[in-house]
């Protein structure tokens, strides 16, 4: 009679051990799946903030042909990094790097584009000093690495 006691007791301990541990195992789960969506979350806020800046570095462009398309556009080395710079009045292509954030580098390329017989732009053909194709890039770093974005279209001097 006396060992069944003992047996209960000790069926209890174990019972409460056990319990303890699918507990302890349910906590840490739904505290791994948190810290991922954690993690997911600020990669995606990081994505989106590159989205905006894309797009932006887009529009800073057309500002700053709009200000001037030979002082501004055309005077610009063909295949060289530019970067964005607001100087508190206007925004203007600089060979300075600014990094927005501390996070993200921002830059643009500017080539040249040609246009075939039909002038359609092409690969070769007639050069077309009018017209130039802009890159849009935006990189940071994300898990030791560098992520990077980048955005192609045509601005023209439509004030001439």
Not at 2 to 14: D, H, L, V, W
Not at 105 to 123: A, G, T
Request: aromatic share 12%; hydrophobic share 45%.
């Amino acid at each position: 009679m006396q060992n069944a006691k003992i047996f209960k007791k000790g069926f209890g301990i174990i019972e409460i051990v056990i319990a303890t541990s699918i507990i302890s195992i349910a906590f840490l789960a739904m505290m791994s799946t948190s810290n991922v969506s954690l993690k997911f979350s600020g990669k995606s806020a990081l994505r989106l903030k590159a989205d905006f800046l894309l797009e932006e570095g887009v529009e800073v462009v057309k500002i700053i042909r709009d200000n001037g398309w030979q002082a501004n556009i055309a005077s610009l080395t063909m295949g060289t990094n530019y970067f964005l710079e607001f100087n508190g009045t206007t925004w203007l292509a600089s060979a300075n790097n600014f990094l927005i954030d501390d996070v993200f580098e921002r830059k643009f390329i500017v080539d040249n584009v040609y246009r075939d017989i039909n002038d359609d732009i092409f690969s070769s053909g007639v050069l077309d000093p009018n017209t130039k194709k802009i890159t849009a890039y935006v990189s940071w770093p994300e898990d030791g690495s560098t992520v990077t974005k980048s955005i192609s279209f045509y601005i023209s001097d439509i004030f001439n």
